[in-house]
């Protein structure tokens, strides 16, 4: 990555407050909305959303 995040574990390429990938921008990201994010970032946040639907309790 060529950022610095205080909330970045370089050990584990990891998001220490979300505790999931560093994908720069996603929801709960403190750059989301505070930065411009590039097509293959959009792309990777897209592609959470389905992921994140079919987790959520009592959805089938």
Same mark, same amino acid.
């Given at each position: 990555? %060529?950022? %610095?995040?205080?909330?970045?574990?370089?050990?584990?390429?990891?998001? #220490?407050?979300?505790?999931?990938?560093?994908? /720069?921008?996603? /929801?709960?990201?403190? #750059?989301?909305?505070?930065?411009? #994010? %590039?097509?293959?970032?959009?792309?990777?946040?897209?592609?959470?959303? /389905?992921?994140?639907? %079919?987790?959520?309790?009592?959805?089938?």
């Amino acid at each position: 990555m %060529s950022f %610095s995040c205080k909330n970045y574990d370089y050990n584990d390429d990891q998001c #220490l407050m979300l505790k999931q990938d560093c994908i /720069p921008g996603r /929801p709960g990201c403190v #750059l989301e909305g505070r930065v411009a #994010l %590039s097509e293959a970032l959009i792309e990777r946040i897209k592609e959470l959303e /389905p992921k994140k639907a %079919s987790t959520k309790p009592g959805k089938k």
